[in-house]
């Protein structure tokens, strides 16, 4: 008889792409990110070769665009809990050997003093969809695009007022001007979509 196993996956915001939510459906969720598509793909080949039946799956966006944080525990917790109704072992990727500075410290800090059994799955290159996921050019891409994002949050910031300034003058809600930044195109310092409250924080600050 196969021993039972839940897979579970997470992965960063990448403002500078549009990625800022993920679908609670594991499906789309896979559809949505390619670090999640790979995280699952490796556990599904895994779970394949050693004799596991994923019973459930659990997916996780971080908060930040940069670091794992203790916002991840609500959903390990909730992993525990469908590991402990089947009577299954948490099977996670450990991204350190690939890339160390991705390692999920708080993640792992949780895992070491969690009741359940849970089983790091080391990151390799694997084929996903047609395609070679080497996790540390990947993760080496990834981390320039976030630097250039990040060097030109002072510019956007800059932008985004200006053009905000000009249309409440006009006499737009902070509403509305949110609407507007939205159509031409101009993101929010956040990479989210722009609101009447963002908006209104951005005006008060300066």
Sequence with gaps: MKRKAVGFYWTLPVPWAGFTTLPADIEAAARGSRTIAYQRALIHAFAAAEGYAL????????????????????????????????????????FSGAQGWRSHAPMMEWLRRAEIEALPIAASPLVVAG????????????????????????????????????????????????????????????????????????????
Excluded: N
């Excluded at 659990?58 to 203790?70: H, M, Q, T, V, W």
């Excluded at 070679?132 to 800059?158: I, V, Y």
């Design 55 to 94: 019973v459930e799956e659990a997916a996780f966006l971080e908060i930040e665009p940069d670091r794992g944080s203790r916002f991840i525990v609500p959903a390990l917790e909730q992993a525990a809990a469908r590991c402990r109704a089947h009577g299954a072992i948490l099977l996670f990727v450990e």
């Design 131 to 206: 395609e070679l996921f080497d996790p540390h050019a990947h993760f080496a891409r990834w981390r320039a695009r976030q630097k250039e994002w990040s060097a030109g949050k002072p510019a956007r910031r800059a932008q985004a007022l200006a053009r905000a300034r000009a249309l409440r003058a006009e006499g737009l809600s902070h509403a509305a001007i949110a609407r507007q930044l939205e159509s031409e195109g101009l993101p929010s310092l956040s990479g989210k979509p722009w609101t009447g409250e963002s908006l209104r924080k951005l005006l008060k600050s300066c």
